[in-house]
Nanobody
């Protein structure tokens, strides 16, 4: 069964950086387009960034407008990991961040997520 374990969150000041990681357990990670999502109590889960199975991204469509130019998604198909480098963090980036497949129709069970808090 596919499982995701997210890590790397924490408390950071505005303008700071964090790198999130997602460890995939299961088979055929390399076949899935993957994505990072985030959720707050006030908002539904939203797509933050996505990446193709072979590691491609397209700035104009693969990042939420609110994170373009600040976040970078990447993956390692040898280690079965997904990463999200977050720069110039803003208070509105505060959320629980999750990884999953990019295609909603094949979402796997959600992991516990990792909390990111941006505050001075």
């Amino acid at each position: 069964q596919v499982q995701f374990v997210e890590s790397g969150g924490g408390l950071v000041q505005p303008g700071g950086s964090l790198r999130l990681s997602c460890q995939f357990s299961g088979s055929k990670f390399w076949t899935y387009d993957m994505a990072w999502y985030r959720q707050t109590p006030e908002k539904q889960r939203e797509l933050v960034a996505q990446i193709t199975a072979d590691g491609r991204t397209y700035d104009d469509r693969d990042y939420a407008d609110s994170v373009k130019g600040r976040f970078t998604i990447s993956r390692d198909n040898i280690k079965d990991t997904l990463s999200l480098q977050m720069e110039m963090l803003k208070p509105e980036d505060t959320a629980v961040y999750y990884c999953n497949t990019a295609a909603r129709s094949i979402w796997k069970p959600w992991g516990q997520g990792t909390q990111v808090t941006v505050s001075s």
